[in-house]
């Protein structure tokens, strides 16, 4: 008789694995009708399988779509077989897939950038509630304040760069375009939770630089000084307001903790 | 000693499709049954929507993977972070399966099967008390569908469910569908499953569609319940009297009042069934 133990190392190997079905797990196995041990442990494995791969399909729909099914599924088999979930919530299962394609040969090389923004998206779905600042927020703040002021973003936001504008091969798989080729075009999104609305939207050079300084959490002066560097005071002052304007009106920024 | 939970008539599952209705006041039903690791996120618009449907109805919560048989230490980090969400919610009961989802610290996602042992009902008893201790609530066990079953199996499933019911203080989620699905699968009678369970520990009954794949019967939850499970169900009516029940249906899901529709039936079904019992022995 096989220990409880024992009957779960072997049935978690037998259905995640592949491969030939452990024989001491399969003398334990009651044959019942038409179905073997084999046979009735392999519907587990198959249902392990096409669970997970869906879970995966469902998070990242845009590479399977550039990708194809067929090939979606023979990769996310892969990568179950290198990451097994470690996470009790089946939420987490794609956490290291962006990752895991980064090491596939793949026929586009955008597609783990692209798996990336699609991870970032599902983690700003359901992460906490933002408490937007808003502009009559930051009227109340006394001019000599603002040197030390501190903005965070929300905490429904993530920043992914990437080598290729990988916000517009996502626009273009979303409309059914899987076509192959995208030039090289380095690019950083931001995508963020305004409600319970996904965004994500390209930043230039200039606000990319600012929100990363800005995301340190440093002083908002620092994110101002850096703007400054090389040119001209005004023309950077008059950038920074706007881009503080853009990113407040898309709730970008976290309300300032009570004084 | 019995289970202690209220009778909240014919639920259904909150399902993210039916979101909608929550939006829109339009969502008549009993009460709602939640899928526990679904809501156990930071924020977003599914616990928005949990917190609308408890405000409109009771909710109940069910989890997937508490993985109560595995031989791998209880997972303190998940109990706690289902200990908050029951907080938040304050469910009528909170239930989970008689079943392992891991192992090693690994999980398949799915309920599998474990031998009925007497080495195996001392671990989930044990398992039991502990979870019901960290959650400071007594919790329902739900029967699942199974594919296989153990040579070595010493005691039959019932009365290994019965038993971890009684020696660990919990409840029972009979869940009608997969006794069906079990019994054909595995070749007992159903209706001896039903028998074999201590009846004042069956606090709330399942009923889902499954799919026949030929050699066996495959719990889909993807369809209508079918004629020999609503038949199954009367049976349960009779044994274990008025039971809240829940229409479970979690792939094609149709439109809400298809799934209302269904708990409808089941609630004649009790109406009928019980006001002939109450007839017989007036």
């Known amino acids: 008789m096989l220990p409880l133990r024992d009957v779960q190392l072997r049935f978690f190997a037998a259905i995640t694995r592949g491969g030939p079905v452990d024989a001491g797990l399969r003398a334990v196995v009651r044959e019942h009708g038409t179905l073997d041990a084999a046979a009735r442990i392999e519907i587990y494995a198959d249902m392990y399988r096409a669970r997970l791969v869906d879970v995966l399909r469902e998070d990242f729909p845009r590479v399977c779509a550039l990708l194809g099914d067929e090939a979606f599924s023979t990769v996310a088999g892969r990568y179950l077989a290198c990451h097994p979930s470690s996470h009790p919530s089946v939420r987490h299962l794609g956490h290291r897939f962006a990752g895991h394609l980064a090491t596939e040969r793949l026929p586009q090389p955008f597609l783990a950038d692209l798996a990336h923004l699609e991870w970032a998206r599902v983690e700003v779905f359901d992460a906490p509630d933002p408490e937007p600042l808003r502009l009559a927020d930051l009227a109340a703040i006394a001019p000599t304040d603002w040197p030390a002021l501190t903005l965070r973003p929300i905490a429904a936001c993530r920043v992914v760069s990437s080598a290729w504008p990988v916000h517009e091969i996502w626009a273009a798989a979303g409309d059914g375009d899987a076509g192959g080729t995208w030039p090289a075009a380095p690019t950083t999104v931001r995508v963020w939770r305004e409600g319970w609305s996904v965004s994500h939207a390209a930043m230039g050079a200039v606000e990319g630089e600012a929100f990363g300084i800005l995301r340190r959490g440093v002083p908002f002066a620092e994110v101002c000084a850096a703007a400054e560097a090389g040119r001209e005071p005004d023309a950077a002052a008059r950038e920074v307001g706007a881009l503080l304007v853009r990113w407040l009106e898309d709730g970008l920024l976290a309300r300032l903790p009570e004084r | ?282």
């Open chain 2, 1 to 282: 000693m019995a289970i202690a939970v209220p009778y909240l008539g014919h639920g259904v599952g909150l399902r993210p499709p039916h979101f909608p209705r929550l939006w829109d006041g339009t969502a008549a039903v009993d009460w709602f049954e939640a899928l526990a690791e679904n809501f156990m996120i930071a924020g977003g618009r599914p616990l928005a929507a949990l917190d609308r449907a408890r405000a409109h109805a009771p909710v109940a919560l069910h989890g997937v993977s508490l993985s109560i048989a595995s031989t791998d230490p209880l997972d303190g980090a998940y109990l706690g972070r289902l200990r908050a969400l029951a907080a938040r919610v304050e469910p009528a009961w909170l239930s989970d399966h008689l079943c392992w989802s891991g192992v090693a610290g690994h999980y398949a996602h799915d309920l599998l099967p474990l031998p009925f042992t007497e080495e195996a009902l001392r671990h989930v008893v044990g398992r039991v008390v502990a979870v019901q201790e960290r959650l400071g609530r007594q919790i329902l066990l739900e029967n699942v569908s199974s594919y296989l079953t153990f040579e070595h199996s010493t005691l039959a499933e019932w009365e290994f469910l019965g038993t971890v019911a009684e020696q660990a203080d919990c409840g029972i989620l009979l869940d009608v569908n997969n006794v069906h699905v079990s019994a054909v699968n595995h070749g007992f009678a159903a209706e001896r499953y039903l028998a074999g369970l201590p009846a004042d520990r069956v606090a709330q009954i399942h009923l889902a569609g499954h799919t026949d794949m030929g050699a066996y019967l495959f719990d889909t939850h993807d369809g209508p319940v079918i004629d020999p499970v609503w038949d199954l169900y009367r049976v349960a009516l009779r044994r274990f009297g008025r039971v809240s029940t829940l229409i479970e249906w979690d792939d094609h899901i149709p439109e809400l009042d298809v799934v209302c529709a269904e708990a409808d039936r089941a609630r004649a079904i009790e109406t009928e069934l019980l006001s002939a019992v109450h007839a017989a022995s007036a």
